[in-house]
């Protein structure tokens, strides 16, 4: 099992702004897909955006133009860039990379 080491939410203002990171204890050069997922208040987890091993990404209807997921395979480190945030972008945020999930992160958007 490998264990996923998430950086710390945060309470951030609408219209904030935010990055999580994400580190791997393995090397991410040959891992072919990355993703992020997020699990608001009371809902189930939901996607959220997937790089692949060659930089292509996607994203959730819901976050496109505003998040920009990224990745450092020189860090093993992959980053979820969250610009414009709603209040409804609140949830526990995880990242998710070969069979395995980070520990989870609180993003908390609110005046």
């Known amino acids: 099992q490998v264990q996923l080491v998430e950086s710390v939410g945060g309470l951030v203002q609408p219209g904030g702004s935010l990055r999580l990171s994400c580190a791997s204890p393995?090397?991410?050069?040959?891992?072919?897909?990355m993703r992020w997922y997020r699990q608001p208040p009371g809902k189930l987890r939901e996607w959220v955006a997937t790089i692949s091993r060659d930089g292509t990404t996607n994203y959730a209807d819901s976050v496109r133009g505003r998040f920009t997921i990224s990745r450092d395979a020189n860090k093993n480190t992959m980053y979820l860039q969250m610009n414009s945030l709603k209040p409804e972008d609140t949830a526990v945020y995880y990242c998710?990379?070969?069979?395995?999930w980070g520990q989870g992160t609180q993003v908390t958007v609110s005046s």
């Open positions: 998710y990379l070969t069979n395995n």
């Open positions: 393995i090397s991410i050069f040959t891992i072919n897909h």
